[in-house]
Protein backbone atom coordinates (compact mmCIF):
# COMPACT_ATOMS: atom_id res chain seq x y z
CA UNK A 1 0.00 0.00 0.00
CA UNK A 2 1.40 3.83 -1.22
CA UNK A 3 2.26 6.19 2.05
CA UNK A 4 -0.80 8.12 1.00
CA UNK A 5 -3.31 5.15 0.96
CA UNK A 6 -1.61 4.45 4.26
CA UNK A 7 -2.54 7.47 5.54
CA UNK A 8 -5.60 7.52 4.31
CA UNK A 9 -6.89 4.15 5.75
CA UNK A 10 -5.71 5.60 9.19
CA UNK A 11 -7.40 8.43 8.82
CA UNK A 12 -11.11 7.08 7.97
CA UNK A 13 -10.75 4.26 10.32
CA UNK A 14 -9.55 6.63 13.39
CA UNK A 15 -8.44 9.94 12.87
CA UNK A 16 -5.59 10.92 13.77
CA UNK A 17 -4.64 7.01 15.44
CA UNK A 18 -0.94 7.11 16.17
CA UNK A 19 -0.76 4.00 16.86
CA UNK A 20 -2.84 2.88 13.81
CA UNK A 21 -0.27 4.36 12.19
CA UNK A 22 2.73 2.74 13.19
CA UNK A 23 1.09 -0.92 12.75
CA UNK A 24 0.29 0.29 9.01
CA UNK A 25 3.73 1.00 8.24
CA UNK A 26 5.07 -2.08 10.10
CA UNK A 27 6.93 0.33 12.64
CA UNK A 28 7.74 -0.73 16.49
CA UNK A 29 8.79 1.27 19.18
CA UNK A 30 10.34 -0.44 21.74
CA UNK A 31 11.99 1.72 24.87
CA UNK A 32 15.53 1.01 24.00
CA UNK A 33 17.34 2.22 26.91
CA UNK A 34 17.41 5.19 29.84
CA UNK A 35 20.44 7.44 29.14
CA UNK A 36 18.22 10.34 30.18
CA UNK A 37 16.75 11.39 33.51
CA UNK A 38 14.04 13.98 33.00
CA UNK A 39 12.69 15.34 35.77
CA UNK A 40 9.86 18.07 36.43
CA UNK A 41 9.86 20.14 39.60
CA UNK A 42 7.77 22.20 39.36
CA UNK A 43 5.41 23.59 37.15
CA UNK A 44 5.55 27.18 38.75
CA UNK A 45 7.04 29.64 36.41
CA UNK A 46 7.48 33.63 35.95
CA UNK A 47 5.84 33.23 32.32
CA UNK A 48 2.58 31.99 30.93
CA UNK A 49 3.50 31.50 27.27
CA UNK A 50 0.49 30.72 25.07
CA UNK A 51 2.08 27.19 23.50
CA UNK A 52 2.91 26.08 27.25
CA UNK A 53 2.26 22.01 27.44
CA UNK A 54 2.97 22.22 30.91
CA UNK A 55 0.05 25.37 31.81
CA UNK A 56 2.76 26.78 33.82
CA UNK A 57 2.39 29.87 35.43
CA UNK A 58 3.26 31.87 38.67
CA UNK A 59 -0.23 30.62 39.80
CA UNK A 60 1.44 26.96 40.06
CA UNK A 61 2.20 25.28 43.32
CA UNK A 62 2.88 22.03 41.88
CA UNK A 63 6.73 20.67 43.16
CA UNK A 64 8.55 17.79 43.44
CA UNK A 65 9.46 17.48 47.36
CA UNK A 66 12.53 16.54 49.00
CA UNK A 67 11.93 13.07 49.46
CA UNK A 68 12.00 13.05 45.53
CA UNK A 69 14.55 14.71 44.43
CA UNK A 70 16.50 12.47 47.11
CA UNK A 71 15.08 9.30 45.40
CA UNK A 72 16.28 10.95 41.69
CA UNK A 73 19.91 11.19 42.92
CA UNK A 74 19.74 7.88 44.48
CA UNK A 75 18.35 6.40 41.22
CA UNK A 76 21.43 8.23 39.57
CA UNK A 77 23.73 6.69 41.88
CA UNK A 78 22.77 3.18 41.61
CA UNK A 79 22.60 3.55 37.76
CA UNK A 80 25.58 4.83 35.76
CA UNK A 81 23.91 4.12 32.67
CA UNK A 82 21.69 6.96 33.13
CA UNK A 83 24.26 9.85 32.57
CA UNK A 84 21.97 12.94 32.23
CA UNK A 85 19.54 14.53 34.35
CA UNK A 86 17.43 16.99 32.11
CA UNK A 87 15.67 19.60 34.73
CA UNK A 88 12.30 21.30 33.73
CA UNK A 89 9.53 23.01 34.62
CA UNK A 90 7.67 25.08 35.06
CA UNK A 91 10.90 27.24 35.75
CA UNK A 92 13.38 24.24 37.49
CA UNK A 93 15.45 27.25 39.20
CA UNK A 94 11.88 28.08 41.28
CA UNK A 95 12.08 25.36 43.15
CA UNK A 96 14.07 26.01 47.00
CA UNK A 97 16.11 22.75 46.25
CA UNK A 98 17.08 23.56 42.80
CA UNK A 99 20.68 24.53 43.53
CA UNK A 100 21.43 21.44 45.32
CA UNK A 101 19.68 18.68 43.56
CA UNK A 102 22.46 20.43 40.01
CA UNK A 103 25.38 20.44 42.68
CA UNK A 104 24.73 16.63 44.08
CA UNK A 105 24.10 15.25 40.34
CA UNK A 106 27.16 17.12 38.84
CA UNK A 107 29.03 15.68 41.89
CA UNK A 108 27.95 12.38 40.73
CA UNK A 109 29.35 12.58 37.42
CA UNK A 110 26.28 13.20 35.63
CA UNK A 111 25.79 15.65 32.34
CA UNK A 112 23.13 18.14 34.13
CA UNK A 113 20.71 19.74 31.34
CA UNK A 114 18.56 22.97 32.31
CA UNK A 115 15.70 24.14 30.46
CA UNK A 116 16.02 27.63 31.12
CA UNK A 117 13.69 30.34 30.36
CA UNK A 118 16.24 33.36 30.18
CA UNK A 119 13.82 36.04 31.76
CA UNK A 120 13.78 33.92 35.44
CA UNK A 121 17.61 35.48 35.93
CA UNK A 122 16.03 39.41 35.83
CA UNK A 123 11.98 38.56 37.28
CA UNK A 124 13.11 36.28 40.26
CA UNK A 125 10.82 34.64 42.31
CA UNK A 126 7.07 35.44 41.43
CA UNK A 127 6.24 34.77 45.37
CA UNK A 128 9.28 35.53 47.48
CA UNK A 129 10.74 38.12 45.33
CA UNK A 130 13.85 36.29 45.93
CA UNK A 131 17.06 37.34 42.75
CA UNK A 132 18.22 34.84 40.26
CA UNK A 133 20.68 36.88 38.90
CA UNK A 134 23.31 34.80 40.39
CA UNK A 135 22.20 31.90 37.56
CA UNK A 136 24.84 32.24 35.12
CA UNK A 137 27.78 32.15 37.46
CA UNK A 138 26.20 28.71 38.67
CA UNK A 139 25.62 27.46 35.21
CA UNK A 140 29.34 27.94 34.73
CA UNK A 141 30.60 26.83 37.82
CA UNK A 142 28.89 23.38 37.58
CA UNK A 143 29.10 23.16 33.45
CA UNK A 144 25.59 23.33 33.70
CA UNK A 145 24.20 22.77 29.96
CA UNK A 146 21.59 25.32 29.70
CA UNK A 147 18.76 24.87 27.00
CA UNK A 148 16.92 28.27 25.98
CA UNK A 149 13.59 28.51 24.30
CA UNK A 150 13.79 31.41 22.31
CA UNK A 151 10.54 31.73 19.46
CA UNK A 152 12.45 34.16 17.12
CA UNK A 153 14.90 36.77 16.78
CA UNK A 154 12.57 39.22 16.83
CA UNK A 155 10.89 41.13 19.39
CA UNK A 156 6.98 40.49 18.12
CA UNK A 157 6.87 37.15 17.41
CA UNK A 158 8.47 36.59 21.00
CA UNK A 159 6.40 38.43 22.59
CA UNK A 160 3.34 37.29 20.79
CA UNK A 161 4.00 34.06 22.02
CA UNK A 162 5.60 34.67 25.69
CA UNK A 163 4.29 37.87 26.97
CA UNK A 164 5.24 41.40 26.42
CA UNK A 165 8.74 42.24 27.41
CA UNK A 166 10.23 38.87 26.99
CA UNK A 167 12.29 39.24 24.28
CA UNK A 168 13.99 42.20 25.64
CA UNK A 169 14.61 40.44 28.72
CA UNK A 170 15.95 37.01 27.24
CA UNK A 171 18.84 39.48 25.21
CA UNK A 172 20.01 40.46 28.30
CA UNK A 173 19.92 37.05 29.85
CA UNK A 174 22.03 35.71 27.22
CA UNK A 175 24.51 38.78 27.06
CA UNK A 176 24.97 37.72 30.89
CA UNK A 177 25.33 33.95 29.89
CA UNK A 178 27.73 35.16 27.06
CA UNK A 179 29.88 36.91 29.54
CA UNK A 180 30.59 33.40 31.56
CA UNK A 181 31.91 32.17 28.40
CA UNK A 182 28.24 30.33 27.21
CA UNK A 183 28.12 29.70 23.00
CA UNK A 184 31.67 30.83 22.85
CA UNK A 185 33.39 28.56 20.84
CA UNK A 186 36.21 26.45 23.15
CA UNK A 187 34.80 26.88 26.48
CA UNK A 188 32.86 24.08 26.91
CA UNK A 189 29.90 25.71 28.14
CA UNK A 190 26.84 24.85 25.90
CA UNK A 191 23.86 27.35 25.56
CA UNK A 192 21.64 25.32 23.19
CA UNK A 193 18.41 27.74 22.16
CA UNK A 194 14.58 26.49 21.18
CA UNK A 195 12.39 27.30 18.55
CA UNK A 196 8.69 26.89 18.36
CA UNK A 197 6.58 27.66 15.73
CA UNK A 198 4.37 31.29 16.55
CA UNK A 199 0.71 29.57 15.82
CA UNK A 200 -0.06 26.26 14.18
CA UNK A 201 2.91 25.62 12.03
CA UNK A 202 5.67 22.35 11.33
CA UNK A 203 9.07 24.41 12.21
CA UNK A 204 11.25 25.39 9.35
CA UNK A 205 14.50 23.51 8.88
CA UNK A 206 16.53 23.31 11.49
CA UNK A 207 19.84 24.00 10.23
CA UNK A 208 17.97 27.10 7.90
CA UNK A 209 16.77 28.76 11.21
CA UNK A 210 19.97 27.87 13.05
CA UNK A 211 21.92 30.18 10.58
CA UNK A 212 19.56 32.63 10.48
CA UNK A 213 19.13 33.09 14.61
CA UNK A 214 22.95 33.11 14.40
CA UNK A 215 23.23 35.98 12.28
CA UNK A 216 20.92 37.97 13.42
CA UNK A 217 21.41 38.00 16.91
CA UNK A 218 25.71 38.26 16.14
CA UNK A 219 24.71 41.31 14.04
CA UNK A 220 22.36 42.89 16.14
CA UNK A 221 23.32 41.76 19.71
CA UNK A 222 26.23 40.34 19.58
CA UNK A 223 25.34 37.23 20.72
CA UNK A 224 26.53 33.49 20.32
CA UNK A 225 25.07 30.08 20.92
CA UNK A 226 25.90 26.38 20.42
CA UNK A 227 22.89 24.91 18.59
CA UNK A 228 19.11 25.51 17.85
CA UNK A 229 16.84 22.75 18.18
CA UNK A 230 13.74 23.01 16.55
CA UNK A 231 10.20 21.60 18.26
CA UNK A 232 6.75 21.39 17.16
CA UNK A 233 4.00 22.90 19.16
CA UNK A 234 2.16 19.82 20.64
CA UNK A 235 -1.72 19.90 20.06
CA UNK A 236 -2.35 19.86 24.39
CA UNK A 237 -2.90 21.86 27.19
CA UNK A 238 -2.95 25.43 26.30
CA UNK A 239 -1.64 25.18 22.91
CA UNK A 240 -4.48 22.58 22.22
CA UNK A 241 -6.89 25.15 24.04
CA UNK A 242 -5.66 27.91 21.59
CA UNK A 243 -6.56 25.87 18.62
CA UNK A 244 -9.75 24.57 19.96
CA UNK A 245 -10.55 28.66 20.79
CA UNK A 246 -9.69 29.28 16.98
CA UNK A 247 -10.93 26.81 15.22
CA UNK A 248 -7.96 25.20 14.17
CA UNK A 249 -7.38 21.78 15.69
CA UNK A 250 -8.63 19.51 13.11
CA UNK A 251 -6.15 21.39 10.37
CA UNK A 252 -3.28 21.21 12.43
CA UNK A 253 -3.84 17.42 13.36
CA UNK A 254 -4.97 17.11 9.70
CA UNK A 255 -1.30 18.85 9.20
CA UNK A 256 0.92 16.57 11.72
CA UNK A 257 -0.71 13.22 9.94
CA UNK A 258 0.20 14.43 6.35
CA UNK A 259 3.69 15.37 7.26
CA UNK A 260 4.24 11.91 9.31
CA UNK A 261 7.89 10.71 8.30
CA UNK A 262 8.39 7.32 9.53
CA UNK A 263 12.01 7.71 9.49
CA UNK A 264 11.99 10.19 12.21
CA UNK A 265 9.53 7.73 14.68
CA UNK A 266 13.17 5.33 15.60
CA UNK A 267 14.44 8.31 16.93
CA UNK A 268 11.83 9.29 19.28
CA UNK A 269 13.02 10.48 22.54
CA UNK A 270 10.70 8.29 24.63
CA UNK A 271 13.03 5.16 23.58
CA UNK A 272 15.69 6.69 25.61
CA UNK A 273 14.22 8.75 28.03
CA UNK A 274 11.68 8.63 30.87
CA UNK A 275 9.83 11.87 32.44
CA UNK A 276 9.45 12.03 36.62
CA UNK A 277 6.06 14.24 37.78
CA UNK A 278 6.10 16.25 40.64
CA UNK A 279 4.79 13.39 42.86
CA UNK A 280 7.21 11.36 41.34
CA UNK A 281 5.56 9.20 38.69
CA UNK A 282 7.04 7.93 35.90
CA UNK A 283 6.24 8.89 32.24
CA UNK A 284 6.92 8.05 28.63
CA UNK A 285 7.90 11.59 27.81
CA UNK A 286 7.49 15.31 29.01
CA UNK A 287 4.35 15.38 26.88
CA UNK A 288 2.59 12.59 28.03
CA UNK A 289 3.04 13.40 32.00
CA UNK A 290 1.13 16.66 31.46
CA UNK A 291 -1.53 14.25 29.71
CA UNK A 292 -1.23 12.46 32.74
CA UNK A 293 -0.53 8.88 30.87
CA UNK A 294 1.58 6.84 33.47
CA UNK A 295 4.26 4.97 32.23
CA UNK A 296 3.11 1.38 33.64
CA UNK A 297 4.85 -2.24 33.45
CA UNK A 298 4.26 -5.68 31.48
CA UNK A 299 1.76 -6.42 34.01
CA UNK A 300 -0.02 -2.50 34.08
CA UNK A 301 1.07 -1.70 37.13
CA UNK A 302 1.66 2.18 37.24
CA UNK A 303 5.89 3.05 37.49
CA UNK A 304 6.98 5.33 40.47
CA UNK A 305 10.89 6.37 41.58
CA UNK A 306 10.11 5.51 44.82
CA UNK A 307 9.52 1.64 43.89
CA UNK A 308 12.13 2.25 41.13
CA UNK A 309 13.27 -1.03 38.69
CA UNK A 310 16.01 -0.33 36.00
CA UNK A 311 14.76 -3.47 34.22
CA UNK A 312 10.81 -3.21 35.07
CA UNK A 313 10.68 0.63 33.92
CA UNK A 314 12.72 -0.58 30.80
CA UNK A 315 10.63 -3.57 29.87
CA UNK A 316 7.81 -1.11 29.58
CA UNK A 317 5.14 -0.89 26.71
CA UNK A 318 6.18 2.79 25.36
CA UNK A 319 2.12 4.59 25.61
CA UNK A 320 0.87 6.67 22.21
CA UNK A 321 -2.01 8.54 21.58
CA UNK A 322 -2.25 11.27 18.53
CA UNK A 323 -0.22 14.02 19.91
CA UNK A 324 2.64 11.97 19.01
CA UNK A 325 2.09 12.43 15.44
CA UNK A 326 4.17 16.57 16.65
CA UNK A 327 7.24 13.80 17.74
CA UNK A 328 7.55 12.37 14.10
CA UNK A 329 5.95 15.25 11.63
CA UNK A 330 8.24 16.69 9.03
CA UNK A 331 11.96 16.57 10.65
CA UNK A 332 10.82 15.43 13.68
CA UNK A 333 10.38 16.85 17.13
CA UNK A 334 12.60 16.13 20.59
CA UNK A 335 13.87 17.46 23.45
CA UNK A 336 17.16 17.25 21.34
CA UNK A 337 15.00 19.08 18.21
CA UNK A 338 15.01 17.59 15.03
CA UNK A 339 15.34 13.89 14.98
CA UNK A 340 16.10 13.22 10.66
Request: hydrophobic letters at 40%.
Amino acid sequence: MSAVLQIKAVREKSKFDFEALLRARGIELPPLSIDTLQVNLTRLCNQVCRHCHVDASPQRTEMLLPEGIARCLEILERHPQIGKLDLTGGAPELHPGFDAFVARAVALGKHVMVRHNLTVQLDGHPWTGESKEYLPQFFARHRVEVISSLPYYQEHFTDAQRGSGVFGKSMEAMQRLNKEGYGVVGSGLLLNLVYNPVGPYLPATQAGLEAGYKRELRDKFGLVFNSLYTITNMPINRFRLHLDKSGQFEAYMEKLLAAFNPATAGGVMCRSLISVGHDGRIYDCDFNQMLEMDATDARGKALSIFDFDFERVLGRRIRFDDHCLGCTAGAGSSCGGATA
